[in-house]
């Protein structure tokens, strides 16, 4: 069963890259949490997490790149979001790999939790700019 599940009610920024992203970082958040939570091999696991830390690591810089093209005035808090996800992201990868952590539910309530905080107070905040 999905973890998170992409609607535009909730999640739609109107900005088509990064809605498209988002569904996107939806479905390799799923994956991993399926895998996890699923009994998967350690190994098939770390894939997947590292494969979606690849991709949230790209995706904000997209957003970031964008922003700055816009002269977004909310990208120094938004940006500031960004590096506290991926510090909490890249702590939990370094000790997956160093066989100290585990990613399990919790890992995944916390990831959902900020998606459904974030894409509503910063990414919907951005559209205006973004379409401009």
């Not at 890259?17 to 390799?28: G, N, P, R, S, W």
Request: hydrophobic share 45%; proline share 1%.
């Amino acid at each position: 069963m999905a973890l998170i599940t992409w609607t535009a009610s909730q999640f739609a920024t109107n900005v088509a890259f990064a809605d498209d992203e988002h569904k996107i970082l939806f479905d390799k958040l799923n994956k991993l949490y399926d895998l996890a939570t699923g009994g998967a091999a350690r190994s098939a696991i770390g894939s997947q997490l590292d494969d979606l830390i690849s991709y949230v690591v790209d995706h904000f810089a997209h957003e970031e790149k964008e922003m700055l093209a816009k002269n977004y005035a909310g990208y120094d808090r938004h940006k500031a979001e960004h590096v506290a996800l991926i510090d909490i992201c890249a702590g939990l990868q370094k000790k997956f790999h160093a066989g100290e952590a585990e990613v399990d539910e919790g890992v995944g309530q916390l990831v959902k939790g900020w998606l459904e905080s974030h894409i509503p107070t910063f990414d919907k905040a951005y559209a205006d700019a973004l379409n401009s």
